[in-house]
């Protein structure tokens, strides 16, 4: 089968850009479209800020949900292998296939033939996010304590705060009652320092989630408060509840 090129008109439906002529090499096309309707949207996705290129794959075979993938699983090893799994259960799709989809993918993206307000996307990646964000919130958790515990002296009584330090530990009464008896603030700064997580909206959603479980006191903005670690010394902090339990439990 020879590599002879289709050119074609786009028809727009359901809020795609203006159609653009595609260039679909013709084995290229057979391979990809016999079997499945690829979409290429560009959404926002929970590991990246802005909006990125999203695949939706949906067969022709059989009442199967839409597949939902970043276009950078289809060039990573170890998320091929998931990928081609999930398509063999929901399609016919044979793993020496998917250079042909990478290929179809880019012609779609030269062509800038975007799907739009994909509402099934919008209610996989929230179903997604909720699961990964509950396994990010413990693994961040746990961090949190370990370090707390593991270096107490970066974490003075609130007051004696140093620049070279973490945070503070609250030891008024008035504090614990508020916070608990084993809480700290923990500097906005020091804590990206340790968490190493770029993405702002990631962050925000694992925060959230800690919230919600009781172990972070959230403030107005992004979570944090403005908290006063020493005399004339106020800055963007994060307040948590430490539970030493998650150490030997290894959840919440």
Known sequence: MGNQAVKEQVIVKNGVLPPQDIQFPTDIKKAVESDWKVELLLEEH???????SIVKMTSKWGDT???????SDFHDKKEQKELTKELVNKGVFY????????????????AELITSNDRGYKQHILGTSELKNKAEADRVYHTI???VIENGSAFPAKGEYK???????????RDKAKYGEYSIAFEA???????????????NSILGELAIRGVLFPGSSENRKKVTLRQGNARHSYIFKI???VLTKGGM
């Not at 949900?65 to 276009?71: A, D, E, H, Q, V």
């Not at 793993?95 to 030269?110: G, M, Q, S, T």
């Not at 020091?190 to 770029?198: D, Q, R, Y």
């Open 65 to 71: 949900s839409p597949t939902y993938r970043l276009f």
């Open 243 to 245: 539970d030493e339990s």
């Open 145 to 147: 304590v370990e370090h």
């Open 95 to 110: 793993p020496d296939e998917l250079p042909a989809f990478i290929k179809y993918v880019n012609c779609l993206k030269r």
């Open 189 to 203: 700064k020091k804590l990206g320092e340790l968490l190493e997580i770029k993405n702002k909206i990631k962050m």
């Open 46 to 52: 929970p590991d990246y800020e802005g909006k990125v």
């Open 163 to 173: 620049d070279e330090n973490d945070g503070v530990r609250f030891t008024d009464e």
